[in-house]
């Protein structure tokens, strides 16, 4: 074995500290690297990070001027592909909130455009850092967050112009290029993975390394309460439940015949395992994720036994120890944090063209789902660039709802391919799916009003009231999305099929979807305050949101769902004391009697007599 061979050995069996792993976390978030112990990567980070001094040292390397001047044949690096698109898409959010905050048509909200501004960018550049980091599962969140914002604006963008005569087409450019950007964002979260050589993408941890290291903690402060390695003392009114714990747990494994999982209630043994997951998790490369694969599943497995048998323990014994349920709970927790999850992988698709699917993510090609999602991408495309010729003139009458009715389709669109992304199932039968095919009600929903003649509908014919010819297709592009959102309820039938379920994986898929347009029902309604602020009295805001609120009903009702959609009740759980005086009272927490009154006396006669008084 070679020197450099018994080096690098020697340092991977190496034990490594918490304070270690927690600095090179540090490193890491601060200096975006992927490995803290290689030296180039670190000093490529601190390149990146103090470019001035970079470009100084580099000069003075060449034996040139540290000045900042440019050799005249010195000539900038080309950025790639995804990086003059991002420049454009950028380039066409300032100047299109530039052309609408300097219109003297809309000085009157030049305050509220100017805070638009402010809020985009800020979610622009939020949104790009955390795609560019698409490897963490809270940075992709991030990405998700920010691009979910950038769509409300672009969708608000949309609905003023539309109640804003003659300055529809401004608005509407705005909108086109906040789409633009966050669907770059889509491309470079996509690009990130891809560029890690992870393939499929089919390797995700579902928590960053800093979200472990909190688990880990977790853990350990639970263990140390069941082995009673706490500073509180016990008092006469203190039980001790975690001892008691602890001593049933130990007989429980020697009994069991898992005598060698005993060693895990040891903090020392239980620490040094969770570092070593911890510490090969931090190292955020391809090649450090599959040996984390190949070894993490043994240790898991063996904490993963711990919790089963100890768990059995818990349910036959009576009264619970909570110690013990707290210190199990911890540990399914860090556990859960190594169970490769899938979602997230479809980025790929959406950021690599589809001539390269083929051999490079894998010789079987992409699965129903992922095909679906890049259907439905190819037509939301096309839907909005229709939508943009809809309305050839400025109108006041029908037309301008049936546009915002329009918009809203296509935002409804936009996230749907959101719920698609985030979706693991490779037969599109996840929750995420069924949620997505919830538009697809909504679009089946649209096309029976529209060719119908039910008089409860405010607004029909929508599409045969396009001014421009160029929407000749419209209903064509609407089908397509609405029958492949709807693939997993209706098949491969027309679009006005009725939704009956094929494939029942969950009991409450209707429930689901139903959720999903309740969400879309509670968004619109606080769209009032903003829009009258914002839009002329051109047209009113009933005109607008009477015709989407019956639309979004009417869908629920094909979901088997009646009546509006219920505000949200957030109920405070019942104290110590208010839970005592309700059975005092004699009163549950929903007003209903407790006991009877012959009941109620027999339990003060029985409380007189244990304290001692006579009845």
């Known amino acids: 074995m070679s020197e450099t061979t018994q080096t690098t050995t020697a340092q991977s069996t190496q034990r490594r500290s918490a304070t270690a792993i927690t600095v090179d976390n540090l490193l890491r978030r601060r200096l975006r690297v992927s490995n803290p112990r290689s030296a180039r990567d670190i000093a490529d980070g601190l390149r990146r990070t ?12 060449a034996g040139q001027s540290i000045a900042d001047v440019a050799p005249a044949n010195l000539l900038p690096a080309s950025p790639g592909p995804t990086g003059v698109e991002l420049e454009q898409a950028q380039g066409d959010v300032d100047r299109d909130l530039r052309a609408l905050i300097e219109n003297n048509q809309l000085k009157d909200i030049e305050a509220e455009l100017d805070g638009w501004s402010q809020a985009i960018r800020a979610s622009i550049d939020d949104g790009l850092s955390a795609a560019r980091l698409a490897l963490d599962p809270r940075a992709r969140d991030r990405a998700f967050g920010a691009r979910r914002t950038l769509a409300d604006y672009a969708r608000m963008a949309r609905l003023i112009g539309t109640m804003t005569p003659t300055l529809s087409q401004p608005y509407r450019r705005l909108a086109q290029s906040l789409d633009e950007i966050g669907a770059m964002m889509l491309v470079t979260a996509g690009e990130a993975l891809a560029a890690l050589g992870l393939g499929s993408g089919r390797a995700l941890l579902p928590a960053p390394a800093s979200e ?76 450090s994720l599959r040996a984390l694969g190949a070894t993490a599943q043994v240790t898991v497995q063996r904490m993963q036994r711990l919790i089963t048998v100890l768990n059995t323990l818990q349910q036959n014994t009576d009264p619970e120890t909570p110690p013990v349920a707290n210190f199990l709970i911890a540990l399914q927790l860090f556990v859960d ?157 027309p679009i006005t099929t009725p939704i009956t379920p094929l494939m029942p994986l969950y009991p409450d898929q209707s429930e689901m979807m139903r959720s999903e347009l309740c969400l879309q029902a509670h ?36 979901l088997g769902a009646a009546g509006p959609c219920p505000d949200p009740q957030i109920s405070m759980p019942p104290t110590i004391e208010s839970g005592i005086a309700e059975i005092g009272s004699g009163r549950l927490t929903m007003g209903l009697p407790l006991f009877t009154p012959p009941e109620k006396r027999l339990l003060r006669s029985s409380f007189r007599v244990s304290r001692g008084f006579t009845p």
């Not at 679009?443 to 039910?454: A, P, Y």
């Not at 829009?531 to 009702?557: D, E, F, G, N, Y």
Request: proline share 4%.
């Open 50 to 61: 103090f470019t001035a001094d970079s470009a100084a040292e580099r000069r003075e390397v």
């Open 523 to 558: 968004s619109e309604d606080r769209w009032e305050n903003l829009v009258t602020a914002m839009a002329p009295s051109c047209t009113t805001w009933a005109a607008i949101h009477t015709p989407i609120a019956v639309l979004l009903s009417r869908a629920q009702l094909t």
């Open 212 to 287: 472990l290291t909190a688990r880990r903690d977790a853990v350990l402060a639970a263990l140390r309460t069941l082995t009673g390695a706490t500073e509180n003392s016990f008092a006469q009114d203190t039980w001790s439940f975690g001892l008691f714990g602890l001593r049933e747990s130990l007989q429980r494994l020697e009994a069991a015949g898992h005598s060698d999982l005993r060693a895990l209630l040891d903090q020392n043994t239980l620490a040094q395992m969770m570092d070593d997951l911890v510490d090969r998790a931090s190292t955020t490369t391809a090649r």
């Open 337 to 493: 944090g190594f169970v490769a999850q899938t979602s997230g992988y479809r980025l790929l698709f959406v950021a690599r063209p589809p001539l390269v699917f083929y051999g490079l993510y894998g010789i079987g090609g992409i699965d129903v789902a992922t095909r679906r999602l890049l259907d439905v991408v190819a037509l939301r495309g096309r839907l909005a660039e229709m939508l943009d010729c809809y309305l050839g003139c400025d109108c006041c009458g029908p037309e301008n709802a049936c546009q915002a009715m329009l918009d809203k389709l296509l935002y409804d669109t936009d996230r749907a391919i959101d719920l698609l992304i985030v979706g693991s199932n490779p037969n599109g039968d996840g929750e995420p799916e069924f949620r997505a095919a919830a538009y697809g009600a909504l679009i089946r929903q649209f096309f029976i009003d529209d060719t119908g003649t039910d008089p409860a509908v405010p607004l029909r014919g929508c599409l045969s009231r396009a001014c421009s010819p160029s929407t000749s297709q419209l209903g064509a592009v609407l089908t397509g999305i609405g029958q492949r959102l709807l693939e997993p309820l209706i098949g491969a039938g």
